[in-house]
Every structure is written in C-alpha cells, then in structure tokens.
C-alpha cells in the first residue's frame, strides 16, 4: 500500500534515480582519514586523483604565511569544481545535494581555477595585508569545521564525470581532513553529494548514516546493523524505483549494537530502495536483489 505523505518525500529521488537507474557510484574511503597541517611557513599539497586514472584531478593544499593560514583547493588536467561568492571560492556543500551540470541550485557554478579558497584566516599581527586594515576578517564557505562536501568534475574522452570529496577545515585554516570521495562512472550524469552506492534524503545528521546493509546484491535476506544509540521502533520500507512500498516492517531497536533481518526471497530480481524511519529521521539506501 502506498503511503501519499511519505511518497512525496521520496519525489526527487525517484526522479534521481529514474534518470540514472544505471549509474555507478564509485566510491573511495580513504581510511585512515588524511589529515594535513601546515604548522609553520610553507605549504603541503595533497593530490586527488578521484577515478584513479594516474591524472591528478584537483590538489588541495594547507599553506601558511607570515600573514595568513589558508587551504585552497586547485583543478587540474581540465577539471572543474563548484566556486561561489564574490571572488573564487570553492563552495561548501551539505550531503544530499545534486552535483551535476546543472549547477544553478547549489549557489556556485563551475569554474577552473588554480588556487581556489576553502578558508583562509589572518594571523595575529597581519593587520594591513591585502587591504584588512587593522580589523582582518577571515573568508571562504568553509567557515564551520565540520565535514563538508566540495563538487567535482572531470573530462575523460571528451565527457564530463561528476563527483565529490568529503573535506573538513580547521577554524583557525591550518589544516583539513579528507575523509573520502567518489564520482558516478556514467559519463554525463549526476551524482548526490555523499552517495556511496546509494541514496540519502532528509537527514543532515543522524546516528542512521553509521548504519551498514549487507550483503548488496543479495539473494534472499537482507542485514541490517543499526549502530550503537539507535532505539525506539525502527519502520523499515522496501519500494520501487517509483516509490512503492512492496515490503514493509516495524521492528524494535535496543540501546546498543543490533542487527534486523529482513527476509524479502518474495521479491523479484531488480533494484529497490530500503527505507529506515526511526525517531523522525529517515535514511534511503539502493539495494539489489540478484
């Protein structure tokens, strides 16, 4: 049976998928997470090669002078990022976001650039350089150092590929973090800022995002482990690409690490989606059954 209220909430990603039922998100953790900072005078880059061709696509580099702290990120072999603001600034994404051609609802646009800011940051005593006067005011989007996602593409045949990386900031801009990166292996298609395989709506931050599906593509069951701090009754949907729920179950979460299995040997082979709804937050992932 559908449900109309949450069927409209899953709108823009079935339109998502719809368009790109076949995409191959191609995802990279780099564990352990990388961090860099530049405690002194200079600099220390970091090259990303996002589809691991050997070609860098983008450098982002920690660098300090007598007058400021900065991390800025610099394209590479014809790749573009997201940029926004009045000058060249690499924009800040939350997950969920589109990252395609279109780049008119993110608030940047596409844009080569050798040394575009995250953030940067005067130092004491730097009044006067570049203009600040005696009151230097830091900028960039990456003004909160929590993890944020900047959006990527390069060209490879002559088509564009579209990816993210995830990227913390230190407050003070002498360091950042890369957590991981991933791009969609179609050429020419889109790809939502944090999907690793599958497709997340309506949640910004959420002890769901730890929770992990396997196996995926699975047979007959599907186990979910819900992590440490989940309680409560946890709904869980199976739908159709268009958003129809074919399967569902209420089950109860305990306080600690806990695993639910779901038994779906009913279902035709394909590709679903599986909805987990619990305290008012969801998450969606793409699960295929072979």
Not at 1 to 16: H, I, N, R, Y
Not at 242 to 253: E, L
């Amino acid at each position: 049976m559908k449900q109309p209220v949450l069927l409209s909430a899953f709108t823009a990603a079935a339109l998502l998928l719809s368009a790109g039922a076949n995409a191959q998100i191609i995802y990279t953790d780099v564990d352990p997470d990388l961090t860099i900072t530049q405690s002194d005078i200079g600099s220390t880059a970091h090259a990303l090669d996002i589809n691991n061709d050997g070609l860098t696509d983008a450098t982002l580099t920690a660098n300090r002078t007598s007058s400021f702290n900065s991390v800025f990120l610099g394209t590479s072999n014809g790749s573009q990022v997201l940029m926004c603001c009045p000058i060249l600034l690499t924009k800040a994404m939350n997950g969920g976001v589109f990252v395609g051609a279109d780049a008119s609802g993110t608030g940047g646009s596409w844009t080569n650039d050798p040394q575009g800011r995250l953030r940067q940051v005067p130092t004491s005593g730097g009044g006067g350089h570049g203009g600040w006067g005696g009151n230097p005011i830091p900028f960039g989007d990456w003004s909160n150092p929590t993890d944020r996602y900047l959006a990527i593409r390069f060209p490879v045949g002559g088509d564009w590929y579209y990816g993210w990386v995830r990227v913390s900031v230190s407050s003070g801009a002498n360091s950042f973090t890369i957590r991981d990166y991933a791009y969609n292996g179609v050429p020419g298609e889109g790809i939502l800022a944090g999907d690793m395989g599958s497709i997340s709506t309506g949640i910004a931050s959420s002890a769901l995002l730890g929770m992990q599906v396997s196996p995926n593509p699975f047979t007959t069951a599907l186990n979910i482990a819900l992590p440490t701090g989940t309680t409560g009754t946890v709904l869980c949907r199976v739908l159709s690409l268009t958003g129809q729920a074919v399967i569902t179950r209420t089950v109860a979460a305990t306080s600690g690490p806990s695993t639910i299995t779901l038994d779906l040997a009913s279902l035709a082979p394909g590709t679903y989606l599986l909805e987990m709804q619990v305290d008012g937050e969801r998450i969606v992932r793409k699960v295929v059954k072979e």
